[in-house]
């Protein structure tokens, strides 16, 4: 049996997610190359040790400089604030290590752009953590557009709503622009800018009508020193332009009451049309307008058959759904195919997909705080 030994770098939500994904990854899968959790990093205070006993990983460690150099060390898996994703990956890169990061890339674009040019010319393997894509549900979206099934796609509708931060949530990192880069911005617009992109294979090619807010200014410190300046959005909405013709609006919001996870977009084309929602994750909502006008409407696909939708074979029968979770573990599957040299089930972001998702993340804050419409090929 080929193995492939993992290092988990952070352990918070995301530490949590994939230390379940490689742990089920080979108990539902066959994947060419069985992964060992070999050890997690954590901060001290974290108590790393205690993290990895409960999750199965062999090693715990804090010191996570040590340990992606590690000659034992196969795959480097961050899950870190934003901004610590370019320092660990690129020290992963100079030991020779394939890498897979979280979303979004980075915090920055400069940083964005050192990590793909350090893959590159270190010619690792490389993978970006956008776990939606691995729903069945947005893998069926994808599939059917390239089928051509909506026909000529003229309109784009997205949005990311959350409510969970009111003022009562304190500074977390993700409320600071130098840990976080943006707040719902790089959080959520990169899900669905990166969700658009894969399900109409099309590139996002201007922004325009950019608005960034913070509505809670200040928070208090975790750490109880009082207050301290919240320094990223809590909201940005824009409107964009397909390399295919299609009108686009993105919205991404962190105090929108009454949307939890409201993870959603809505796809018009000629022919057909699409909506998905991830609080119904399971369904896929398609409109056949190639059928007769008295018989048109919204069907409702349970994308739970093994035989016709991605993945499911691998979990349970038809209709027993599948939750958030699984779509780490879907990726982690991927991912070790693609480590294997086989192609991944649908296609899996690298650094430079990532790359043209945090593009237009920049163009989007460029035209909010120049309020003018910003071309990609200004956004290098
Ligand atoms: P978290 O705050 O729960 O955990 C972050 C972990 O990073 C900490 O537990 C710690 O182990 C490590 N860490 C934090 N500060 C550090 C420091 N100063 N030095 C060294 N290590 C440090 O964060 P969460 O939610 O797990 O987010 C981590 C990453 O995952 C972010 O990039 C975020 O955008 C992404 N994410 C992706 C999701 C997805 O749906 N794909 C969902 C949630 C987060
Ligand atoms: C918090 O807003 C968060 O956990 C994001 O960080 C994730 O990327 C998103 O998928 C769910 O919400």
């Known amino acids: 049996m080929?193995?492939?030994?993992?290092?988990?770098?952070?352990?918070?939500?995301?530490?949590?997610?994939?230390?379940?994904?490689?742990?089920?990854?080979?108990?539902?899968?066959?994947?060419?190359?069985?992964?060992?959790?070999?050890?997690?990093f954590g901060q001290a205070e974290e108590n790393p040790q205690a993290f990895a006993d409960n999750w199965g990983w062999q090693n715990a460690s804090t010191d996570w400089q040590q340990l992606v150099r590690?000659?034992?060390?196969?795959?480097v898996d961050i899950v870190t604030p934003n901004y610590m994703h370019a320092p660990v990956a690129k020290a992963a890169i100079a030991a020779g290590k394939p890498v897979s990061c979280e979303k979004p890339i980075a915090g920055s674009l400069a940083d964005a752009r050192?990590?793909?040019?350090?893959?590159?010319?270190a010619k690792v393997k490389t993978f970006v953590w956008f776990n939606y894509r691995r729903c069945p549900a947005v893998s069926l979206a994808h599939q059917l557009v390239k089928e051509g099934k909506l026909g000529t796609v003229r309109h784009v509708r997205a949005v990311y709503l959350q409510d969970w931060a009111d003022e009562n949530v304190p500074l977390l990192w993700r409320f600071e622009k130098e840990w976080a880069g943006s707040g719902a911005h790089g959080d959520l617009n990169a899900h669905i800018i990166d969700m658009t992109r894969f399900v109409t294979g099309q590139e996002i090619t201007e922004v325009t009508g950019a608005i960034a807010e913070t509505f809670i200014k200040e928070r208090t410190r975790p750490d109880g020193g009082g207050k301290g300046k919240v320094t990223v959005d809590d909201a940005v909405l824009f409107l964009a332009r397909f390399s295919g013709g299609a009108v686009a609006s993105f919205e991404a919001a962190r105090q929108a009451t009454g949307?939890?996870?409201?993870?959603?977009?809505?796809?018009?084309?000629?022919?057909?049309?699409?909506?998905?929602?991830?609080?119904?994750?399971?369904?896929?909502?398609?409109?056949?307008?190639?059928?007769?006008?008295?018989?048109?409407?919204?069907?409702?696909?349970?994308?739970?058959?093994?035989?016709?939708?991605?993945?499911?074979?691998?979990?349970?029968?038809?209709?027993?759904?599948?939750?958030?979770?699984?779509?780490?573990?879907?990726e982690a599957y991927d991912i070790l195919r693609v480590l294997?040299?086989?192609?991944?089930?649908?296609?899996?972001?690298?650094?430079?997909?990532?790359?043209?998702t945090q593009r237009v993340l920049e163009a989007a804050l460029v035209s909010a705080d120049q309020r003018r419409p910003v071309s990609l090929e200004e956004v290098k």
Request: hydrophobic share 40%; with cysteine; net charge negative.
């Open 114 to 121: 050192e990590m793909v040019e350090a893959a590159k010319a």
């Open 70 to 75: 590690s000659p034992e060390i196969g795959l």
């Open 259 to 330: 949307n939890q996870n409201r993870n959603y977009f809505e796809i018009n084309g000629a022919k057909g049309a699409l909506k998905f929602d991830f609080e119904r994750m399971n369904e896929l909502q398609y409109y056949d307008a190639t059928l007769p006008r008295a018989v048109q409407g919204w069907s409702t696909i349970m994308c739970t058959h093994g035989g016709d939708h991605p993945y499911v074979a691998n979990w349970w029968p038809d209709a027993h759904i599948i939750g958030y979770e699984h779509g780490f573990t879907n």
């Open 2 to 40: 080929t193995t492939i030994n993992v290092a988990l770098i952070g352990q918070g939500f995301m530490g949590r997610s994939h230390s379940n994904a490689w742990g089920q990854v080979a108990k539902f899968f066959k994947p060419p190359l069985t992964p060992v959790m070999h050890a997690v």
């Open 340 to 356: 294997a040299g086989q192609q991944p089930t649908v296609p899996l972001p690298d650094f430079e997909d990532a790359y043209q």
